[in-house]
C-alpha cells in the first residue's frame, strides 16, 4: 500500500512537470504574440531567459533561498546543541552527507530543506520549533527534510521555485509593456482574428503567475506523503512525527516578512496561511489527511 502510494507520487510529480514545461511554452508563445506578433519570437525568447534564470538560481539555491527566508547559518554544535545533533544523526541514518543548518528567527513551529543536490543541501528551524517540540518530534521533522534530501526532492523544489520564478518574469513583461504604450500595431490588427489573438495572449499573461505557483504547489504536495513514511523508516517511530505535525497545525503562520512565498513549499507546513478553504492554493496534503496516513503505518 505505501509502496504504491510512492509510485503514484512519483508519476504524478513526473507529469507535472511535464505540464510546467508546456505551460511555460505556452507563456513564451503568448508573449511573443501580444509583444511582437512571433509567437516564435516569444518561445526563443522564454527559452534563452529559462536556461539564464533556471542555471543561476539552480546552482546559488541554498544561499538565495536561505536570504529569501532571513536564515542564519549555524557555525557549529555550540550554536544549537540539540538541533546540530538531531541533524547529524538523522543524516548519518539516511546516509546523506551532514547538510548545513540554519536558523529562522520566528516564533512558528517550521522548518524546511533546500539545496540543488545531497552534497550541497541545508536545513533550516524555526526558533519556535525549537521551543515547543522535545527530542522525539524534533527527530521525527528532521528525518522528514533527511527524507527531502535523500530523495532529492530539494533539486525537484529548488526547479520548481526557479520555473514558477520565470514564468512570473516573463508575464510581468508582458503585462508591463502593455502599460508602456506597447501591444499596439493599428495598420496590422484592425482585423477579428489578430485582436482575439492578443485578448488571449493577455489573459494567458495575467494568469500566468497563478497557474504556476498552482502546479509548483501540486508538486510540493505530491512529495510530503513521501517525506513523511521515510521519516517514519529512519526514525522507527511514526509517534514522534504524528505528534509534531499536530502541534505545528495547531499553531499560528509565521511572520510573512521571514517567508518568501516561492519558498513556502520548501516548509514541513504551510508557513503562511492556516486557511483550510483555501486548498488550491495549499502547498501541502491536509494535515489531518498526513496524520491518518501516518497513523496507519
Keep these: ?24 511554452a505556452i507563456v513564451g508563445a503568448a508573449l511573443g504574440y501580444f509583444v511582437w506578433r512571433s509567437v516564435s519570437m516569444g518561445l526563443m525568447i522564454t527559452l534563452v531567459v529559462g536556461i539564464v534564470y533556471v542555471g543561476y538560481i539552480y546552482s546559488q539555491s541554498t544561499d538565495i533561498v536561505m536570504q529569501m527566508n532571513h536564515a542564519q547559518e549555524l557555525q557549529g554544535p555550540d550554536d544549537a546543541p540539540e538541533l546540530w545533533h538531531i541533524v547529524e544523526d538523522m543524516a548519518l541514518v539516511a546516509n546523506v552527507p551532514m547538510p548545513r543548518v540554519f536558523i529562522v528567527d520566528d516564533p512558528s513551529p517550521n522548518a524546511f530543506a533546500t539545496g540543488n543536490n545531497p552534497k550541497n543541501a541545508a536545513v533550516a528551524a524555526t526558533t519556535g520549533i525549537l521551543q515547543r517540540l522535545n527530542r522525539t518530534e524534533l527527530e521525527g521533522v528532521m528525518a522528514h527534510e533527511m527524507t527531502h534530501v535523500r530523495n532529492y526532492d530539494i533539486r525537484i523544489q529548488t526547479l520548481a521555485v526557479a520555473l514558477t520564478s520565470v514564468i512570473a518574469l516573463l508575464a510581468n513583461f508582458g503585462t508591463n509593456f502593455m502599460f508602456w504604450g506597447g501591444g499596439r500595431r493599428d495598420d496590422e490588427d484592425n482585423n477579428s482574428n489578430n485582436i482575439l489573438g492578443i485578448i488571449v495572449s493577455l489573459l494567458v499573461l495575467i494568469l500566468a503567475p497563478i497557474m504556476g505557483t498552482v502546479v509548483q504547489l501540486a508538486i510540493s504536495r505530491n512529495r510530503e506523503y513521501l517525506a513523511d513514511a521515510g521519516a517514519v523508516e529512519l526514525t522507527r517511530n511514526p509517534q514522534g512525527l504524528i505528534s509534531a505535525l499536530q502541534k505545528i497545525s495547531q499553531s499560528e503562520p509565521m511572520q510573512e516578512d521571514n517567508v518568501a512565498p516561492s519558498s513556502a513549499g520548501l516548509y514541513i507546513s504551510n508557513p503562511l496561511s492556516r486557511d483550510k478553504m483555501n486548498n488550491l492554493f495549499s502547498t501541502h496534503p491536509p494535515m489531518e489527511q498526513r496524520i491518518a496516513a501516518l497513523e496507519k503505518l
Design 1 to 24: 500500500m505505501l509502496y504504491d502510494q510512492i509510485s503514484q507520487n512519483k508519476r504524478k510529480t513526473v507529469l507535472l512537470f511535464i505540464g510546467f514545461f508546456i505551460f511555460l
